[in-house]
């Protein structure tokens, strides 16, 4: 793969020189000290690392109200059959929809900033997540949750 993109590349470059498509091999060498190893001459940054930590931090934020949200959807589908009833088809709906096709939803209401790309990453995750734990509790026995209730446990410290 990596010989193809440099033949690709030659080829494109002896036809252009100016082509950013397919660069070549030094100019990106020359791209990545530039953005990781020198630093900006107007922000005094390291555009790279700043822009990975921006990247990670959304990344953290979208996961971690994903796995929260998703894990009270899931175990609340899967062992209260109140909740069952209306979750249970919605969350097998939502899980099906691809979060790009809602992306220009997602722009208009929470607008371009940081919020509009953490509610994807939410938006992308939470329902897979959520339909998912809900068939793991409804893999455990009913016995087993019976037994456990009787020892004194509590129903949601067994299931978690």
């Not at 790279?48 to 934020?61: I, N, P, T, Y």
């Not at 997602?106 to 371009?112: E, S």
């Amino acid at each position: 793969e990596i010989g193809v993109r440099l033949v690709g590349s030659a080829a494109r470059l002896t036809e252009n020189p100016n082509d950013k498509l397919l660069p070549s091999a030094s100019q990106m060498v020359s791209a990545i000290d530039r953005l990781a190893f020198t630093e900006d001459k107007r922000s005094g940054n390291y555009l790279f690392w700043e822009d990975s930590a921006a990247s990670l931090k959304r990344l953290g934020m979208g996961i971690g109200i994903a796995a929260l949200v998703g894990l009270c959807l899931g175990i609340a589908a899967g062992i209260l059959p109140l909740f069952r009833a209306p979750l249970s088809p919605l969350l097998t709906v939502l899980s099906m929809v691809p979060p790009l096709a809602i992306l220009p939803i997602l722009f208009i209401v929470f607008g371009l900033g940081e919020l509009s790309k953490v509610m994807l990453i939410v938006i992308g995750i939470t329902p897979v997540l959520a339909r998912d734990l809900e068939q793991r509790a409804r893999e455990i026995p009913t016995e087993i949750l019976i037994k456990a209730q009787t020892l004194g446990a509590s129903t949601w410290t067994l299931i978690l």
